[in-house]
């Protein structure tokens, strides 16, 4: 049975939206597992994603205060249908991430992380898939607010990721 993922990262809410546009909450409330690799801002959104995930996994980013700590890990691991993930807000420096991470995760297969607001997809040389789904709040210089849907089927993650552009309101 796929199990539908949906990748978030640096929502900033209230800071830099009131709240996630209607978009992101139908894609968060149709997944199997959410992910959210920090820079929540406020506990009041992790709890509205705690009521509306069927299963949440995340971990608190660089802008999140003690009480988002308090509830929640730096760093995280699942296992999947067999694929293994961890995920953290920061991974440094985008020159030699790749091996970096390789290296600081040896048992996973897919890192999942945030902070840039980038959206990130590649694979380091000995097959860590590293996914960065953006930001659906602040596009920073990028063209557009973004998210991420993935599916794991048959102990694997698809090959294909979909960055999804946030339609403006």
Not at 112 to 118: A, D, M, T
Request: hydrophobic share 40%.
């Amino acid at each position: 049975m796929p199990l539908n993922l949906v990748l978030l990262a640096d929502t900033h809410v209230p800071k830099r939206a009131k709240d996630l546009p209607e978009q992101v909450w139908a894609a968060v409330e149709n997944a199997d597992v959410v992910f959210h690799s920090g820079d929540w801002v406020e506990a009041e959104l992790l709890d509205e994603f705690e009521q509306r995930s069927r299963r949440l996994l995340g971990v608190y980013g660089n802008n999140d205060g003690p009480d988002l700590r308090r509830r929640l890990p730096g760093r995280t691991t699942a296992v999947l249908d067999g694929v293994r993930f961890a995920m953290v807000h920061e991974t440094g420096q985008a020159k030699g991430r790749e091996l970096r991470c390789e290296a600081l995760y040896p048992d996973t297969d897919v890192l999942v992380f945030g902070h840039s607001h980038i959206p990130w997809d590649t694979v380091s040389p000995a097959g860590l898939r590293l996914l960065n789904p953006g930001s659906p709040t602040d596009r920073r210089r990028q063209p557009a607010c973004t998210y991420m849907e993935a599916v794991v089927d048959g102990g694997r993650l698809a090959a294909e990721v979909r960055l999804v552009e946030v339609q403006r309101g």
